[in-house]
């Protein structure tokens, strides 16, 4: 007889303790000339680590963040629809000045370097905002 598919899940969700702190380790650069057994011991402790985060229901539940080219994009798209939501444009004015990085411009991703393009929506997107062209130099 073969085990369902909760029965595998709840033997899966059995190694939910060590999984985060595996995962870490896991998912690292193997070096230059590392055997396969190298890298099939990291796929299986990354493959581990994930199974661990999985809810007892079946499905991952993790918080979706977007880069600022989204709600950028959002702002260009209500000007050029001429359907601008001065209320909901504010909110996301301040949610891009908020995530202006040290650098001056914005990356992909908190902490992350210039992204040339995605400075130049946000910037363009501020000034259709009404902020001022040097307010973000």
Known sequence: MTAGPSTL??????RDAGARAAAA?????????????????SIAAARDALIGLQ????????????????????IMMMHFLDEIDAVLQEK????LRRHQA???GWPLFPGGELDLSGTVKVYYALKLAGD??????
């Open 55 to 74: 809810s007892a229901q079946g499905f991952w539940l993790f918080e979706l963040e977007a880069d600022c080219t989204i709600p950028a994009e959002y």
């Open 9 to 14: 899940r709840d033997a899966r969700l059995g």
């Open 102 to 104: 040290d650098h001056g």
């Open 92 to 95: 996301l004015a301040i949610y």
């Open 132 to 137: 001022e062209v040097a307010a973000h130099q």
């Open 25 to 41: 380790g896991a998912v690292s650069r193997l070096p230059d000339g590392a055997s396969g057994e190298a890298l099939d011991r």
